[in-house]
């Protein structure tokens, strides 16, 4: 099973020389942008915390993060610049973070997603996510709720599903 993306892309480890870029995309992504300082923290000191940058060439167009506690993989931000969306590039970020669980002794991923952002319930849901739960007031910027998604078995079956997936999207790029 490998990972593979479209020619002009690669995604890497985020480093504190990227957190410009990413603020900006962060600004233009979400009604309340994160401050560095929180990027600086998840890049130097959480020892669970994982954050990549997508590149097209050289340009940041998208990023994600996600913490692995224990035998889970929680995604925390997955975030593409808008001038990028609509283009797969989302979905990229996501199957990274699902090929990444895959290669550890990942039993579950979960995450929260906006009872207002229907685009990407879809997204998840499109790769096996359930909604388990609801967050009341969990966004505190909006106090708008959030459904509780998460992703079991990660077992053979579905390392196939993610495998064909992959295939897929990057037909989509061929072409």
């Known amino acids: 099973m490998s990972f593979e993306l479209p020619l002009n892309y690669h995604i890497r480890g985020m480093c504190i020389d990227d957190i410009v870029d990413v603020l900006a995309i962060d600004k233009l992504s979400f009604p309340t942008p994160a401050k560095p300082e929180i990027f600086e923290y998840e890049i130097e000191e ?31 931000t997955i975030a593409i610049h808008p001038n990028w969306r609509g283009k797969g590039l989302g979905e990229l970020l996501l199957q990274n973070s699902l090929f990444i669980a895959q290669q550890n002794p990942v039993t579950m991923v979960t995450l929260e997603v906006r009872t207002s952002n229907k685009a990407a319930q879809s997204l998840y849901k499109k790769y096996q996510f359930k909604e388990v ?40 790029f061929k072409n």
């Open 46 to 76: 959480n020892k669970i915390a994982e954050y990549h940058c997508l590149l097209e060439r050289d340009t940041i167009v998208g990023y994600d993060g996600f913490w692995a506690i224990g035998d889970e993989i929680h995604i925390s």
């Open 133 to 172: 739960g609801l967050r009341k007031k969990y966004y505190r910027d909006t106090n708008e709720d959030a459904i509780l998604m998460t992703l079991s078995p990660l077992d053979a079956p579905y390392a196939n599903f993610l495998n064909e997936a992959n295939q897929t999207l990057l037909s989509q």
